[in-house]
């Protein structure tokens, strides 16, 4: 397969290459294309990718090909549209922990944010959403990578988490003679609305909350709400008379219900849902982003990175039971989308959560639709991401075999292409 790859130029009746002022075209061709809508598959496809965006999409040998387009012929392999990641902190290290951070200087972390966007997209994963970084880096470095200065994915971006004082979003692993705070936290819903019109003046595109205590923050517990149905309101109305969702990192069963019933549009972690909450957020319509992969990555790694253990205590306190309440919530009909909050374990195998999530229910379509269309729902961008369709990016990756019957495929695409633009190839 990996030597199989043939790239060729298509040229006209006279043997002339398009000029410069015409459009960038490429045709990619392999043994079978999965309709992530359907979970049929296309044998012997055809996609056309015209400036960026998929024009035309059929059978090998009838879908014609333009003069001067670019052809990527993949044997063997399987074709699916780019990947969605939810839930990811491209500013952060798994690999440092702790307080081993304070090691580094403050723009560190804005460096090394272009290496995992490099990674992740590499991965396969064209699009990602961005919940929560420090000093607008995630904004930074999504008009870094629009611009075309580096590489990654379609970053949508929260800049600032907002959360109460004291809270998992503000800052609380140090004394008061330091004054460490987040500068955007809030305490009453006036302070949130001002919040949410601040951060999206600077470029924030989804709102980001911290509803409940969180697991590697210090001094809470997971379960805790920390944010009121009020503040929460607040957000979620500001918020979307702007046009931007909003996302709630939420583990206990009081928050979760009070964010649904707030208005909120992703429920983050979801950890300890109960059945009443479940059937709110089948109610409400709302999403679920629950990473439940990266406990095998922290349990394992986590105290040599620097972790603490009152932070590794919380997250072994959780785990199992997130994984089994994902479960529950698959099968009451709870929708689902793709979150791995990649930078708590190694960038780059964000796929890896595929095979839990099947291994807890879910059947490799749904957890590749998570991914996908599911995903491009819940960030209202249908006609741009989420499947191969005319009109769409040209987002498509390809795998080796068959992901529908081994769902592990998916951690080792052979070949990723983001708006037309190759990535990666065999």
């Known amino acids: 397969m990996r030597k199989g790859i043939k790239v060729m130029a298509v040229v006209g009746a006279l043997g002339v290459a398009a000029s410069a002022q015409a459009a960038q ?8 294309l999965l309709d992530v809508t359907t979970g049929k598959y296309v044998d012997n496809p055809m996609v056309v990718i015209t400036d960026g965006r998929i024009t035309a999409i059929g059978k090998k040998g009838e879908v014609p090909v333009p003069a001067g387009a670019t052809l990527v012929d993949l044997p063997g392999a399987t074709l699916l549209p780019g990947l969605i990641d939810m839930h990811v902190h491209l500013d952060s290290l798994a690999e440092i922990g702790g307080y081993n951070s304070l090691e580094h200087s403050d723009r560190f972390w804005s460096v090394v944010q272009t290496a995992n966007a490099k990674k992740t997209l590499e991965a396969g994963f064209t699009t990602v959403r961005n919940v929560g970084s420090a000093d607008f880096d995630d904004v930074g470095l999504r008009e870094a990578i629009d611009g075309g ?48 019109r601040t951060l999206k003046k600077y470029g924030a595109q989804v709102i980001k909350i911290c509803a409940t205590g969180g697991v590697f923050s210090r001094g809470d517990e997971p ?22 969702k909003v996302a709630a990192h939420a583990h206990g069963a009081a928050g979760i219900r009070e964010a649904i019933k707030a208005g909120i549009d992703t429920i983050e972690h979801a950890s300890l849902v109960d059945d009443e909450g479940i059937k709110l957020a089948v109610q409400h319509g709302t999403y679920f982003s629950m990473d439940i992969y990266n406990t095998d990555y922290t349990q394992a790694e986590g105290k040599k990175n620097g972790v603490l253990e009152d932070n590794l205590r919380k997250d072994r306190d959780i785990g199992e039971i997130q994984r089994q309440n994902f479960k529950k919530a698959l099968k009451a009909g709870v929708k689902m989308v793709y979150g791995t909050d990649a930078g708590v374990y190694p960038h780059g195998d964000n796929a890896k959560q595929f095979a839990v999530m099947v291994r807890y229910g879910a059947t490799p379509l749904q957890a590749i639709q998570a991914a996908t269309v599911t995903a491009a729902e819940a960030l209202g961008q249908t006609k741009d991401v989420g499947q191969v369709a005319v009109g769409r990016y040209g987002d498509i990756i390809a795998v080796s075999g068959d992901p529908l019957a081994d769902v592990t495929v998916l951690e080792k695409p052979v070949f990723v292409m983001k708006g037309g633009a190759v990535v990666r190839q065999p």
Do not use: W
């Open 25 to 32: 075209v490429e045709a990619v061709s392999a043994a079978r």
């Open 223 to 244: 379960g805790q709400q920390q944010l009121t149905l009020a503040e929460m309101t607040a957000v979620a109305d500001e918020a979307h008379m702007a046009g931007i």
């Open 149 to 196: 200065y580096v590489s990654g994915p379609r970053v949508v971006t929260a800049a600032y988490a907002i959360g109460a004082t004291g809270g998992h979003c503000d800052s609380t692993f140090f004394p008061p003679s330091m004054d460490e705070k987040s500068p955007y936290n809030i305490d009453s819903p006036d302070e949130a609305r001002k919040v949410v």
